[in-house]
């Protein structure tokens, strides 16, 4: 008799999902990014493998460089076009090598001028191992990671702390799935076959390689058979120049013109942090609770479903969510319960990798609407300070569901940009029974709480039916005067 009056009076205990996004309006996001809980994974000290880049600082001690018999030391930074100026050598490709294949390089060079150098490489200050956060916190930005076990927790120390309402922290981690994305640096002098002095790569038992001289690289550039060079016998002796202004590709080229408009890309590590593979396997939640507990929206029926939509071939959907284009980075984002992570849960506190982008979320502030069948229309503040507002209880919020309210037909209308917005029927019995989802209201949201013909008569109905309840008595009048006494007697002279 009652629709407004709505629960779910069961004495089995019961959970659900709370969904923050709605499939059926609103856009899932980014093709290619994941969100995710943290993994067992995630709280495993990396292993760094450094690889410099431009405003590192390096120092580069050869021996007997410059003075017979003396070390000559240099502490430089990497310009930036991830070259180094060494004295007596001249630019050294630096960045995106490791601390041993820059080592190499160097004695690339060196070998050019002395016989057996002698190569010592130390790191003095690196910027390539870094991190940002930003958000809620009191001092956003860059900052180096010198720890591989550095973990999320003291990042945000780092960074001055946040508010004790924050709710949640997102760790980001993008890897590019386009080699144009990765940076491109020139091509080192220890990458190409026959220009190390140590062509075999252990640097014992070898003979250096000759480079060519100036008349063999007049004979090229006119068409002119080059001179064999005298190879060692344990190299195959040198072929005739199949092009004449092309150089053989097991020949090196002279550094001051082979460096010329030469570049490579520079592999990545082993390891990259978000692991591309892994990403191929899964397939984006197709529902709106999907992600939150297994929940779809049916438009056949109106309502919330469990588990995962089901579409007969061929069949064309309706009101779907549009396609977003192909990203270009593969990006998983780790959401993290921050009460949780300070209440002292270990494995919320996951290392921070480098490159990761930590985004703590401020409590979201705003406005929200209702108006309709409801006992206090009006603007309401949304602060999410102490949890976020569902939107069963803010309906409770504005006093309550009015006599002539329907519950299975509230509309909810949401933001979805600039200029537009987008409205979907609500069955607020259906939450509050618990057989679907809350939803988590967001700022600028209007509910509206809607009625039907048959509401009024009901509440006219309910209200011709109520009950007194008390003690009482009923006196005849013929035992008044046995009461009361006999009635006072008028005076007509008075």
């Known amino acids: 008799m009652d629709p407004s009056r709505t629960g779910y009076f069961e004495t089995t205990p019961t959970t659900m999902p709370v969904l923050s996004r709605l499939d059926v309006i609103e856009r899932q996001g980014a093709s290619g990014v994941i969100l995710a809980k943290p993994s067992p994974e995630d709280l495993v000290p990396g292993e760094l493998k450094y690889r410099l880049a431009s405003g590192d600082i390096v120092r580069v001690d050869v021996f007997e460089l410059v003075t017979p018999g003396q070390q000559e030391r240099e502490e430089l930074q990497i310009d930036q076009t991830g070259n180094i100026r060494l004295k007596e ?138 001179a064999a060079q005298p190879q060692p016998d344990a190299q195959p002796p040198a072929q005739p120049q199949p092009a004449a202004d092309v150089p053989p590709a097991e020949q090196p080229k002279p550094g001051a013109l082979g460096m010329v408009g030469e570049f490579r890309r520079v592999p990545q590590d082993s390891k990259p942090p978000v692991d591309v593979d892994d990403l191929a396997d899964t397939t984006p939640s197709q529902g709106a609770g999907a992600a939150t507990g297994g929940y779809y929206f049916d438009e056949t029926t109106g309502r919330w479903q469990r588990g995962t939509p089901t579409r007969a071939p061929g069949e064309r959907p309706s009101r779907a969510a549009l396609p977003m284009p192909p990203s270009m980075y593969a990006t998983r984002i780790i959401e993290i319960d921050y009460q949780d992570l300070v209440k002292g849960d270990p494995n919320l506190d996951v290392v921070v990798r480098p490159g990761d982008r930590i985004y703590v979320e401020p409590p979201e502030t705003g406005f929200l609407y209702i108006d309709g069948e409801i006992n206090r229309i009006g603007v309401y503040e949304l602060q999410n300070t102490n949890g976020r507002l569902t939107l069963s209880r803010f309906v409770s919020a504005a006093g309550g569901l009015a006599p002539t309210a329907i519950p299975n037909r509230v509309d909810l209308v949401r933001m979805l940009g600039g200029d537009r917005e987008a409205t979907i029927r609500i069955d607020l019995a259906a939450i509050r029974n618990r057989s679907e989802p809350d939803i988590y209201m967001q700022a600028n949201d209007h509910v509206i709480i809607g009625t039907n013909l048959t509401a009024t008569p009901l509440a006219v109905i309910r209200n011709g039916f109520r009950m007194t309840y008390g003690f009482g008595f009923l006196l005849d009048r013929n035992f008044g005067n046995d009461v009361f006494g006999p009635p006072p007697e008028s005076n007509p002279f008075n």
């Open 89 to 226: 050598v001249g630019d050294v490709a630096a960045a995106g090598l490791t601390i041993e294949e820059f080592q190499r390089e160097i004695e690339v060079k060196v070998s050019r001028l002395i016989a057996n150098p002698v190569v010592q490489v130390s790191l003095l200050k690196g910027q390539s191992f870094q991190f940002s956060i930003s958000g809620a916190v009191n001092d956003t930005g860059v900052f180096t990671l010198e720890r591989p076990d550095f973990r999320l927790s003291e990042a945000i120390a780092l960074a001055g702390g946040t508010l004790s309402t924050t709710q949640r922290v997102k760790v980001i981690r993008a890897a590019p799935l386009d080699d144009t994305l990765k940076p491109v640096y020139p091509e080192p002098q220890a990458g190409r076959a026959g220009s190390s002095p140590d062509a075999a790569g252990d640097g014992a038992g070898t003979t250096p390689t000759t480079a060519p001289n100036i008349d063999d690289l007049i004979n090229q550039l006119e068409g002119t058979k080059p």
